[in-house]
């Protein structure tokens, strides 16, 4: 069997991941015409999340074949002792025995490549960090399950449970999983009140590393990486502290908790039955003309038309604006007018 570049994906932000739920719980497939099957009324789910320390070093992985060839890689490459990245492929071969006995503790089933991912860090891989410094060391962060026509069957990773023992100290490889764990319960319906959560632990992060205190090292830290299981595999993103951000990777802004929870009391308050009535009244003026979608948009409009211009002044004793309500507003009544239309067809 040949050596296979298995890679890693990509770790996605926190905005990325609110757009994969959304769509992984509302998008069903394709109907009979080819059209996407799309319930926007299909309630969101809360999900909890796991976090470890985002170790600062650059990605590698062990390879097993099914035939028992063992290989290094980067991320994006297989390397040799010759061709190498940061000594992480010398450090391989001359730990061969030990990631062997790593390898025989694993469930590797039917796969023909199983992958042990993890950070090679320390020494001066990357700087600024607590870890800079330190002996060079290979934490482990994920194990993946990979196979040569994955159309037939699909790659998949193993849970914490599954590789939590995955460590020898003597040889410099150890667990991310023994430097502290996170946990988290995001409602993707509102997930913006789970930021402040996440920045403030994300600062704890930045302001001390766990991994380089485990060390002896105290220092700065670079953020958090946040997974979950869900039907579809694993969902995972990462929240970098300032220090650690760049253009392609925002931090996370702080949220007015008060004010994101007093919109949503307002829109539930103004947002009522006899106006999403009166709505279809308006927008739908023909002698029995249907409902139908094409005209959502003007619905809408109506909607937040009405409901700025009669609570103007209820607006204002709350210390909100237009512009805060527009969208909750028209998320519920999108939501009605898509049920009712559901219902008609």
Known sequence: MKNKMITFPEIGQFRQIIKLVTDNTRYSGRDENGDAIYDATKRLPILTFSGTVKVHGTNAGVTLTKDGEMYAQSRENIITVKQDNAGFAFFVESNKNVFIKLFETLDIRDADYITIFGEWAGGSIQKGVAINGLPKMFIIFAVKLSYEDNEVKTNYFLTDDETKHLKNADA???????????????????????????????????????????????????????????????????????????????????????????????????????????????VFTSVNEEIDIIKISNFLKWIVGDIIKEEMDTLKDNGLESKDVTKEISNIARKWFLNKWNLMK
């Open 172 to 282: 410099s490889i150890f667990n991310i999983l023994d430097f502290g764990t996170f946990s988290i319960d995001i409602d993707f319906e509102r997930p913006e009140l789970a930021q402040n959560k996440l920045i403030e632990l994300t600062s704890e992060v930045e302001r001390e590393c766990p991994v380089g205190k485990a060390f002896g090292n105290i220092g700065t830290g670079e953020g958090i990486v946040w997974k979950t299981e869900t039907s579809r595999g694993t969902i995972r993103f990462k929240v970098k502290g300032e220090k650690h951000s760049s253009s392609k990777v925002k931090t996370l802004a702080s949220v007015d908790t008060e004010k994101v929870n007093s919109i949503k009391e307002f829109a539930e308050y103004a947002v009522t039955e006899s106006r999403l009535e009166q709505g279809i009244e308006k």
